[in-house]
C-alpha cells in the first residue's frame, strides 16, 4: 500500500464491531470510491474501552485478544500501538507473535519509564529514551522477525516533549540507521507548524524512510496537503471511541432523565438492524 497509493489512510480500532466498521465503510467522493485502509490498534482506546488508564496496564496478553477479535472481521492491515515495546527481550517476543498472527505493523515510541499518554506533553514527567539505546530496540525487533514484510516503525516523541526539531532530526536519522522501516513523528500542537518543518527537513534525507503522522490535535490539515509535505501514512488514532462515548452517554442520560426508553429511542439504530449487523447472523423469515 505505501508503494501504490500517495497516502496511506488509517482508523482506530478497539473491537471486532470497530474492525467491521473500518472494512466495510466507504464513501463516494468525486466518482472515486474512498475507504479506510486499515486499522489502528491504540493503547489509549484499547485501555479505556477496557475501564483502564493508559499506562500499560493492560498486558500484552490482553492485548493480543483486541487484536484477534479485529483480526476475525477485517481482511485490512493492522497496525499496532506497541507504546515502548518493554525491554529488548519483550519486544523481540512482541514482534513474533504479531508477525505470526498477520498483524502487519508495530509502532513503538522512544520512551522510558511509566507510560504516560503523549498527549500529556510535559504536564506529567515523561522522560525520552536515549538514542543507542532506543536504536538497539529497533535493531532487536528487526532480528526477530521471519519475514520481510513486517514493519517495525519508530516514534520520536521530540516535538512532544519539548527537546525540539534538532534532536527529533537527529533520532530520525539515527533510527532509520538501526532498521526502522518507517518514522512517526508526534506532536500535540494544535496546529501543525512544526510538522511540517519536520516534513520539510525530512524530504532532505537520503535514506529516508514512510513518513507517518497522527493529526489528533491539528485535525484541520487535509491529507492532500499532508501528501504534498511527503507523508506517507495518516491515523486517525483515537476518533470512534471519542465519537461513541458522547452518544452513549446522552442515550444513559435519557434514559435516567424520562424513567423510560421512548425518548432515547431515536438516537438508536432499530432493533431489526443490530440483531442482523454481523455478517453470518440469521436472517428474519418473511412473513
Not at 479506510?36 to 474501552?49: A, K, M, N, Q
Not at 522512544?110 to 504516560?116: I, L
Not at 426508553?261 to 454481523?278: F, G, Q, R, S, V
Request: one cysteine or more; aromatic letters at 6%.
Amino acid at each position: 500500500l505505501l508503494e501504490s497509493k500517495p497516502i496511506v489512510r488509517i482508523l482506530e480500532a478497539h473491537s471486532g464491531l470497530t474492525g467491521l466498521i473500518i472494512e466495510t465503510v466507504s464513501v463516494d467522493r468525486n466518482g472515486m470510491k474512498a475507504e479506510f485502509d486499515g486499522c489502528w490498534i491504540s493503547s489509549l482506546t484499547d485501555s479505556t474501552t477496557k475501564g483502564k488508564p493508559d499506562t500499560e496496564l493492560v498486558d500484552f496478553t490482553s492485548r493480543l485478544d483486541t487484536i484477534s477479535h479485529i483480526l476475525d472481521v477485517t481482511t485490512k492491515p493492522i497496525v499496532l500501538d506497541g507504546d515502548t515495546g518493554g525491554n529488548s527481550e519483550q519486544f523481540a517476543f512482541m514482534v513474533k507473535t504479531l508477525e505470526r498472527l498477520g498483524v502487519s505493523a508495530v509502532i513503538i515510541e522512544d520512551k522510558v519509564g511509566m507510560k504516560r499518554n503523549s498527549l500529556f506533553g510535559t504536564a506529567v514527567k515523561q522522560k525520552q529514551a536515549e538514542i543507542p539505546d532506543f536504536c538497539y530496540q529497533i535493531s532487536s525487533g528487526k532480528q526477530a522477525q521471519v519475514t520481510d514484510d513486517f514493519m517495525v516503525i519508530a516514534r520520536i516523541e521530540s516535538l512532544i516533549l519539548g527537546a525540539g526539531l534538532d534532536d527529533a532530526m537527529e533520532r530520525a536519522q539515527a533510527y532509520i540507521g538501526a532498521g526502522a522501516d518507517a518514522i512517526m513523528i508526534h506532536s500535540k500542537a494544535s496546529e501543525p507548524t512544526e510538522i511540517i518543518e519536520f516534513c520539510s527537513r525530512f524530504r532532505q534525507l537520503d535514506n529516508r524512510v514512510p513518513l507517518v503522522v497522527v493529526p489528533t490535535t491539528y485535525c484541520m490539515i487535509t491529507e492532500a496537503e499532508l501528501i504534498d509535505q511527503g507523508v506517507s501514512m495518516v491515523i486517525y488514532a483515537n476518533h470512534l471511541l471519542r465519537s461513541a462515548y458522547p452518544a452513549m452517554k446522552k442515550t444513559a442520560e435519557t434514559i435516567l432523565k424520562h424513567q423510560r426508553a421512548l425518548e432515547a429511542d431515536p438516537d438508536c439504530m432499530p432493533i431489526k438492524e443490530i440483531l442482523t449487523l454481523i455478517p453470518g447472523s440469521p436472517k428474519p423469515k418473511k412473513s
